[in-house]
């Protein structure tokens, strides 16, 4: 953890980039120092039961919209293959367009 010590002291622009890095970091040794400690009693606050009672409507909802970009996707990486050209179309007006001033 002493290693992302002076990481966490550094100042300027690349203190503030790399602060929350140091912080990730040393905290995770930190963990990963203890569980070998752990017994079973304190193991098991990580391991939770998962629970027995359904998802709730957001989930569902998010779920489904989740399930159908997937498919979408699957879809479209089907047709790519197989029409080469018109990828190449795609690709190019897709440059064209972001060149253009908004």
Do not use: K, S
Not at 12 to 27: D, H, N, Q, S, Y
Not at 31 to 46: I, K, T
């Amino acid at each position: 953890m002493a290693v992302f010590i002076p990481i966490l002291m550094m100042g300027g622009i690349f203190g503030r980039l790399f602060r929350e890095f140091a912080v990730t970091c040393g905290r995770c040794w930190r963990v990963a120092g203890d569980l070998p400690h752990c017994d079973p009693d304190d193991v098991r606050v990580f391991l939770r039961a998962h629970r027995t009672e359904g998802h709730g409507w957001l989930y569902r909802a998010n779920e489904r919209v989740f399930q159908g970009i997937l498919r979408l996707y699957e879809n479209h990486a089907r047709v790519g293959p197989t029409h080469q050209f018109l990828m190449l179309l795609v690709t190019l007006a897709t440059i064209w367009c972001h060149r253009l001033p908004l």
